[in-house]
């Protein structure tokens, strides 16, 4: 799967219509949005940084499946002003907030499971009533026991979502997701 960019958006702006799912990737500030982004589409669309709260805007990438991928500002600890930090909530919000978005991947640090924002947000997606997928991110900086009371621990804060396990140092989940984000660009090809 390949991306290309479409743009940045800010609040207020009118995003390019189309009729092919748009699936929002949500998550705390440097949990890793853009680089699953660059995984999965086996490349460098999305802009990465080691700074957390460099993405200001909503990128949108197109795949060659016709889908579109949303890279949302991430939301915590981003060392930026009070100012800054409330547009982008306002920014993250008005998006979410309109029915552009079909579906939301809600990537999460496989070393903080149950932080009160990543709780929140996924409070907000189920009382929306938005599918999504959890995926606990920087699996690698993890032993396996580790991994598998990340998982237990996962379980317990998002009760019945669905999870997967990924890393981009590793490419673990690269597969499961790609085939996830196919059924949903695809629904009647996951048939065959």
């Not at 200001?56 to 991430?74: A, E, V």
């Not at 920014?91 to 939301?104: G, K, N, V």
């Amino acid at each position: 799967m390949s991306a290309s960019f479409l743009g940045s958006f800010v609040a207020g702006q009118e995003l390019p219509a189309s009729d092919a799912p748009q699936i929002a990737f949500l998550g705390r500030s440097n949990v890793g949005k853009s680089s699953l982004i660059n995984l999965i589409t086996g490349g460098n669309s999305a802009r990465t940084s080691k700074t957390p709260g460099r993405t200001q805007t909503l990128n949108l990438y197109r795949t060659d499946h016709g889908s579109i991928f949303g890279d949302f500002p991430g939301y915590g600890f981003a060392k930026v002003s009070k100012t800054d930090r409330k547009q982008w909530e306002m920014l993250i919000e008005s998006f979410l907030r309109t029915e552009y978005f079909d579906y939301a991947i809600h990537i999460i640090d496989a070393r903080h499971i149950g932080m009160e924002s990543d709780l929140s947000l996924n409070d907000w997606l189920n009382h929306r009533g938005m599918d999504h997928l959890i995926v606990l991110n920087k699996v690698d900086k993890l032993n396996q026991k580790e991994k598998a009371e990340a998982g237990r621990e996962a379980q317990r804060a998002f009760p019945g979502q669905p999870l997967l396990f990924a890393s981009s140092v590793t490419r673990e989940g690269k597969r499961e997701l790609e085939k996830i984000l196919r059924t949903i660009a695809a629904p009647s090809e996951a048939l065959r």
